[in-house]
């Protein structure tokens, strides 16, 4: 063999070994990414359960809060439906207790010498206010009356229950 057969044969197995070295440079580098890829992704996975876990929390958290909110509404319509019957039930006691002249409604008369109106007075034993003046009213009348009272009574019952209402939904 001739130095330069010697040199040529030199040249290729030196370019053999750097095109093996890279071939393993490539492939340690090809471990590499692949052992930081798979870091990463397990990085990944573990913030995803995190804020699922996160969200699923919130929800169950906004779930039971609008169930408090439910039942909390609930118990407060049942409460004012109550109310609203009980009142109804009183105002249909005393308009037939008007009605068979169980009871008679009167107004107080306002004391003033100078007047000369001789409204007629009912006197008895059973009364609020001792010595005044008082003046039936026409059943007729105490019926309308009634029934205003019973107007403003469901009003007010369902104000309140309004009220409440608004109040729960905010907090």
Sequence with gaps: MTPVQKLAGLAVLILLLMAGAAGVTWQVQDWRMGEKLAEQEGLHKNDLAAISSAAAAQARAEQD??????????????????????????????????????????????????????????????????????????????????????????????LRACQAYVKEIVH
Excluded at 80 to 102: G, I, P, V
Excluded at 107 to 125: F, H, I, Q, R, Y
Aim: glycine letters at 4%.
């Design 65 to 158: 809060k609008r169930l408090a909110t439910e039942q909390a509404l609930a118990a407060s319509d049942q409460q004012y439906t109550r109310e609203l019957s009980d009142a109804q039930r009183n105002q249909a006691r005393l308009r037939d207790q008007l009605a068979t002249a169980d009871v008679r409604l009167s107004v107080l008369l306002a004391e003033d010498p100078a007047s000369s109106c001789n409204v007629p007075t009912t006197t008895g034993a059973v009364g609020v206010v001792h010595a005044a003046r008082r003046a039936q009213l026409d059943p007729a009348h105490a019926q309308r009356i009634i029934a205003i009272t019973d107007d403003g009574d469901q009003g007010l019952i369902a």
